[in-house]
């Protein structure tokens, strides 16, 4: 079992829909990282969780530490949001690599 | 722009050759981290140097080797290269280098090994 699980792996919405992408861990964090990577390649930083909730614009992340879970939303979707996800923990065991889930693809359709 | 810089964009190389990709942090920036994205196997941590100093190492192989210089650029540098080391390489960089920083990515250095 990977330390990360995201789910789901693929989503395809019409454009405005709501939008819910999930992160389970099983290891202990300093903190879970949301990421996004644009078709071309390029990966730009959404938020850095360590407990609650944060958001930016129409994007909201939030996290559960106890049931060691957190959800990536994404309101008023737009075809510009299509990209790939991709969740990462931050071990607090002192060693300071971040461990990647496999990504969720998202295609928002006009 | 997320400040860090990567060169090359793109490489193509044969198998059996030595490539260096290169680096640049954010201003102000003291950790980089090197990580391997290919196509099966999704991002993988490399390696993270702080102000210098090798700090955390991942799944790096014996092949690959990196370093960071006091300007804080860093290098990755990949030997004997096989048709599977074919990926994208990404830098990043973080302000002290503990994992519950925001790190900021580089573009990418895209490998082609044939």
Not at chain 1, 98 to 110: A, E, V
Not at chain 2, 42 to 62: D, M, P, W
Request: glycine share 10%; with cysteine; aromatic share 8%.
């Amino acid at each position: 079992k990977n330390e990360v699980e995201q789910s789901p792996q693929n989503l395809t919405a019409q454009e405005g829909e709501f939008i819910t992408i999930n992160c389970s861990y099983s290891v202990g964090i300093s903190a879970l990282h949301w990421l996004q990577q644009h078709p071309g390649g390029g990966i730009v930083s959404l938020f850095m969780l360590s407990s609650g909730k944060k958001k930016h614009g129409r994007l909201i992340a939030t996290i559960n530490i106890q049931e060691k879970h957190s959800s990536l939303h994404i309101t008023a979707s737009h075809p510009r949001d299509s990209a790939v996800y991709i969740c990462a923990v931050g071990s607090n065991f002192g060693n300071e690599k971040l461990t990647f889930g496999t990504g969720t693809r998202l295609t928002i359709i006009p | 722009d997320s400040g860090v810089t990567q060169t090359p964009k793109h490489l193509i190389t044969a198998t059996g050759q030595r490539v260096t990709l290169r680096c640049s942090p954010r201003s102000g920036d003291l950790s980089v981290y090197w990580y391997q994205q290919s196509l099966d196997q999704g991002l993988q941590f490399l390696i993270q140097y702080y102000n210098g100093e090798e700090r955390a190492k991942g799944n790096i192989l014996e092949r690959f080797s990196a370093q960071q210089f006091p300007d804080l650029h860093s290098e990755l540098n990949l030997s004997s290269l096989e048709l599977g080391d074919s990926a994208l390489y990404f830098c990043a960089s973080s302000a002290s280098g503990h994992s519950y920083n925001e790190q900021f990515f580089g573009p990418g250095t895209r490998l082609t090994v044939l």
